[in-house]
């Protein structure tokens, strides 16, 4: 006898991983550093593989994190630069931002990923991202600067 409440759950976990997986990355960098051709599409269909929808939830969310990728592909740092408003979509946005491979361009760079949960990640959420991520980046020069010039008191 087929258990209909559990095919019916199955059936709402996949499509939910589906909605989940409708991420998109938005990359901010210097014109100087453009990202390759296929960087983008390389590092969607990776989060498309990689990404899971936390638990058994019917919230939506959107999350944007600075990934920072060294010139070999690795990421150094992924920061939640807006919250979903759910910590568990945030975890998870940096855990997928981790996980993903990016491929080798030969230059650092810092990109925002901008994900949506049970969603579509809006355009405006992505434009935002990048803006977000351009802040960021300038914010943490200038932090880096700071302590670097920074002298000892007494």
Same mark, same amino acid.
């Given at each position: 006898?087929? +258990? ?14 589906? @909605? ?6 938005g990359?901010?960098? #210097?014109q100087?550093?453009?990202? &390759?051709?296929?960087? =983008?599409?390389? $590092?969607?269909?990776?989060?498309q593989?990689?990404? %899971?929808? &936390?638990g058994?939830?019917?919230? !939506?969310?959107?999350?944007?994190v ?10 150094? +740092?992924?920061?939640? $630069?807006?919250s979903?408003? +759910?910590?568990? @979509?945030? %975890?998870?946005?940096? %855990?997928?931002?981790?996980? $993903? ?5 030969? +230059? ?8 949506? @949960?049970?969603? #579509?990640? #809006? ?5 935002q ?6 802040? @960021?980046r300038?914010? %943490?020069? =200038?932090?880096? /600067?700071? !302590?670097?010039? /920074?002298?000892?008191?007494?």
């Amino acid at each position: 006898m087929i +258990n209909t409440a559990s095919v019916s759950n199955a059936a709402t976990a996949l499509v939910g991983a589906a @909605f989940c997986s409708i991420a998109v990355l938005g990359v901010a960098m #210097p014109q100087a550093h453009a990202a &390759p051709a296929g960087f =983008q599409k390389s $590092v969607e269909a990776s989060i498309q593989n990689t990404m %899971r929808l &936390p638990g058994n939830t019917d919230s !939506k969310g959107v999350a944007t994190v600075a990934v920072s990728i060294d010139a070999n592909g690795s990421v150094s +740092n992924a920061d939640v $630069v807006k919250s979903s408003g +759910n910590a568990s @979509f945030d %975890r998870e946005a940096v %855990r997928t931002a981790r996980a $993903v491979s990016y491929p080798a361009t030969g +230059n650092a760079r810092t990109i925002a990923m901008v994900l949506g @949960f049970n969603q #579509p990640a #809006p355009r405006a959420a992505i434009s935002q991202g990048k803006q977000l991520v351009d802040a @960021f980046r300038t914010d %943490r020069r =200038q932090l880096l /600067a700071d !302590k670097s010039t /920074a002298q000892p008191v007494g």
